[in-house]
């Protein structure tokens, strides 16, 4: 696992639940990227994995917490950081997850970059 310096070329993924997917099934609502009350929104470092292992993550680590992961949404770091954001990863790296940091303290800012991230993630659903 690389170190806490994260090349901006690395993917990362925000994994989806049902409502997080507008109806065509192939964007991502902006609420998916709104960050909670800490400023702290879940990512997942997925570089080197196959989708096999990165479903296996999201049936891991995120399921039991928050339902049925659908669908993930992709970003490079490099665009994360162009919004003024930072991916902190978590201090065991062997969990593979991470936090975007650094979310203004204005709402209407955050919905911005919210919607921002979410017209750049790729969707990837899960295979049934």
Known sequence: MPDSVIDPSEPVSRFLLKGDLRPDG???KYSAFLP???LRLSVFRVFDLSDQPIWALAAEKVEPFRGKVIARGN???GQIESKQLTV???EDAASRHANIIGWPEDRGQ???IAQALAADARVTTRPD
């Open 26 to 28: 192939k964007t991502v």
């Open 75 to 77: 970003l490079s770091v």
């Open 88 to 90: 902190q990863p978590d």
């Open 110 to 112: 955050r919905g911005t």
């Open 36 to 38: 909670p009350s800490n």
